[in-house]
């Protein structure tokens, strides 16, 4: 997209015969609204673009130095450490057919508390890009969970015949599932993106914890929506969503209840698609870009970082995250309800994020396995669980507010905010 | 929605009297979102779990404590609410305090960055509600058994005061309950307007929002500041709080605090975060446009016009109605 500017009037090729080049049309300057749209598309785009990119990038530049020592460890540990985590991953539910499991470990690895763990992990995921990569603290992310998830249940028919369900009498036939309906994981895709863009647009210009309140009003105003507009069918939801299925040749797969071990495989393939898609983005222009927007924004700016377009890219990657994984929710769970997608659900993601280590990928999935199976393991003590785990979240953001699996980037940024900070602490005349 | 302009027309006397009411406890909690923003620079997310507190502790004070069950008239009227306002205002300075006290000030001598206050105030305001939900007089802590304060259910609250009608305006009956919520409000307000702007420690909180630094080379205690601001903000979330009880909600529930605290949060956005007239200000408008929207559009979207108000705010005029006090 560079254009070179108008030749200067010393060329040193002034003595050639003056052919000069066609005059270029020159492009009328855009209005308001094209830049706005040129922007968007461009925000839409950049991300996957720049995955892409990675994933195809010629693999045979020259190593030198330190590379020369990695490298054999990213050809052979990594993939390695990566394929067994994924195996002993998918295999989980099946323990409880091979051996005499302890009663926690059964409700750990039953399919239900399973897919629930994947579903976050795909959630923490995305907030991730979110909080951790850029740098924008949303609280209301539970809006794009809610939002994929009533894409599926509306799409799917189930929302229609709930309807009818719900006012006439007698007996209706169930919608069946057919195999388009898959395209239905592209629609809510789409959908989120939108979502996203239109929330993104207008907040992200706003400072730090600004965005944070208005993401969490966002969040509310989507469930408040949910609840009292017509088109979503009002507090009760909708219900008899379908399972999904597979029906081709000799492939004959059907998701039969929300226990189904099928449930979880799909999510686990899921995570292990977005693992990669992010990582490759982390490492991609736009992640180093997150980068500097997340450690100075001004100076990120003055580099000719897009900044607003890197924020809405953010934003669209990790919407669409929750979108993918409400479709699923939905589909899985047959029901969506307004009272499901409360403030609570997204702190519980946002925490995820945190007590794992913002930032870093590994830190988002033991974050989420946290968070979602101690209650889960610990449901004797039901009523003390949450108490417990807001007091957890004051303790590791006193003691380890780099998380627990943190990022070395992100650590090393937090151990110079503590340097810069202590001359404050000087200045306040107390004994650190 | 058709006969929107209509019902707004026709009750608009009505509504305008109910927001007063409401926007001035709204302003109220605001205060103590604003006091802190503009001492320390964050937004106190655990300030709803403060005034949830109050609510709480002055449905047992007016209980247990002064054992009133029905309605009550004259002096015992005024002894009990001044008991009750006490102990409300009491409890949750207290509870404002403990927060500052394990949720901040570490995070404080550690220099953390931002997010980690907004996380672990997140973290204080989980485990206040889930600890007052548990406090139903059957469950211990460790060795500690918890006194039977709210539990997981809502709790009624007896009518003490009987509303009686004092005068009209404009066709509209104010009764003795708008008259009292405004009334103790506007003293409260008064009263925190001339401490902040003349008293020592006033100056203090005044010199501490505009530059730390500066203030503890002068010689302020930027600690006690600190503490005096949480400890001011949670009396006037505790004076809300038992006004909000008796007057508006008539139960007590362990997850009040929420979207009260949205709805203040907002009002000091809309005055300009930072400035204490500034909430108090947003705090009745706030009042007002939410009962106006509610009027016409539907009482249950009265939540999410707080909200749109918010984001319109921060998208129109960040720096709120009467500009906020912010360091650069």
């Known amino acids: 997209m560079s254009e070179s500017g108008p030749r200067a009037a010393t060329d040193a090729r002034d003595d050639r015969p003056a052919v000069r080049p066609p005059p270029r049309r020159r492009r009328r300057p855009w209005t308001r609204w094209q830049r706005k749209a040129e922007e968007v598309r461009l925000a839409a785009t950049t991300g996957v673009k720049a995955a892409l990119g990675r994933a195809f990038a010629p693999v045979g530049t020259a190593r030198t130095g330190a590379a020369r020592w990695i490298e054999p460890r990213r050809r052979f540990v990594i993939p390695t450490a990566a394929f067994l985590t994924i195996a002993i991953a998918a295999i989980l539910p099946l323990l409880k057919e091979w051996f005499d499991l302890p009663g926690w470990m059964l409700r750990a690895t039953s399919g239900g508390s399973l897919s629930r763990v994947a579903l976050f992990t795909l959630f923490a995921l995305g907030l991730n890009v979110v909080v951790g990569f850029a740098g924008l603290l949303d609280l209301g992310y539970v809006a794009f969970w809610a939002i994929g998830a009533y894409t599926a249940a509306i799409l799917t028919g189930a929302r229609d015949f709930t309807r009818t369900l719900r006012t006439t009498e007698g007996v209706i036939p169930q919608p069946e599932w057919e195999m388009w309906m898959w395209l239905i994981l592209f629609a809510a895709l789409g959908v989120a993106v939108f979502a996203g863009i239109v929330l993104g647009s207008p907040t992200l210009r706003l400072r730090g914890d600004y ?164 209650p889960e393991i610990f449901r004797e003590f039901e009523s003390y669980r949450f108490f417990v785990f807001g007091l957890a979240l004051i303790v590791v953001m006193i003691f380890r507010p780099q998380g627990l699996i943190p990022s070395r980037r992100r650590k090393a940024e937090l151990k110079g905010a503590m340097v810069e900070e202590q001359l404050f602490d000087a200045a306040g005349g107390e004994p650190l | 929605m058709d006969g929107c302009f209509d019902s707004l027309v026709r009750q608009f006397w009505d509504q305008t009297v109910n927001g007063l009411t409401a926007g001035a406890i709204y302003a109220m909690i605001a205060l103590g979102y604003t006091m802190v923003y503009g001492v320390l620079q964050l937004i106190n997310f655990a300030h709803s779990e403060v005034f949830m507190v109050s609510t709480v502790v002055s449905l047992h004070a007016l209980k247990e404590w002064f054992g009133v069950t029905g309605a009550i008239h004259g002096a015992t009227l005024i002894f009990v609410f001044l ?38 105030a997140i973290g204080a305001s989980l485990a206040i509600q889930y600890l007052f939900a548990l406090m139903d007089g059957r469950h211990a802590l460790l060795f500690w058994t918890l006194p039977n304060l709210q539990g997981p259910a809502p709790r009624q609250v ?75 903000g949670g009396v006037m979330a505790g004076a809300a709080g ?82 906020e006090r912010v360091r650069t």
């Open chain 2, 242 to 323: 038992l006004l909000f009880l008796v007057f508006l909600g008539g139960s007590s529930h362990w997850q009040i605090g929420f979207i009260l605290g949205i709805k203040a949060f907002s009002a000091a956005v809309l005055g300009g975060i930072g400035n204490i007239r500034g909430a108090m200000l947003g705090g009745i408008l706030l009042g007002l446009a939410e009962k106006y929207g509610g009027s016409c559009f539907g009482t249950e979207w009265e939540t999410a016009i707080s909200f749109v108000v918010l984001v319109l705010v921060l998208l129109i005029k960040p720096s709120g109605l009467l500009g």
């Open chain 2, 83 to 120: 008991g009750v306002l006490l102990a409300a205002c009491l409890s949750s300075g207290v509870t404002a305090l403990t927060i500052e006290r394990f949720a901040y000030r570490p995070l404080r001598r550690r220099g953390a960055p931002r997010l980690s206050f907004l996380i672990s």
């Open chain 2, 158 to 232: 007896p009518r003490f005061v009987q509303t009686e009608q004092l005068f009209s305006l404009f066709g509209t009956t104010v009764n003795n309950k708008h008259v009292l919520v405004v009334g103790v409000s506007l003293v409260m307000l008064f009263l925190l307007d001339r401490f902040v702007n003349v008293t020592r420690i006033g100056r203090g909180i005044r010199a501490v929002a505009q530059d730390p630094e500066a203030a503890s080379m002068m010689g302020v205690n930027i600690d006690r500041v600190v503490v005096t601001t949480f400890f001011i």
């Open chain 1, 211 to 374: 965005l944070a309140i208005v993401t969490l009003g966002f969040g509310e105003i989507i469930r408040v929506t949910a609840n009292n507009v017509g088109f979503t069918l009002g507090p009760q939801g909708i219900s008899n969503i379908p399972h999904p299925a597979i029906q081709v040749g000799p492939v004959d797969l059907e998701w039969k209840t929300f226990l189904d071990n099928k449930y979880y495989w799909l999510l686990l393939s899921f995570v292990v698609l977005w693992i990669i898609a992010i990582s490759l983005l982390d490492r991609s222009r736009v992640g180093r870009a997150w980068v500097a927007i997340r450690e100075d924004e001004v100076a990120a700016a003055a580099m000719g970082v897009p900044v607003v377009r890197m924020k809405i890219a953010a934003f669209v990657i990790g919407a669409c995250t929750a979108g993918v994984g409400g479709v699923i929710y939905a589909e899985q769970i047959n029901t969506v309800s307004p009272g499901t997608f409360t403030i609570f659900q997204s702190i519980l993601i946002l925490s995820a994020v945190v007590i794992g280590g913002m930032g870093s990928t590994a830190g988002s999935i033991v974050g989420a396995i946290i968070v979602v199976l101690l």
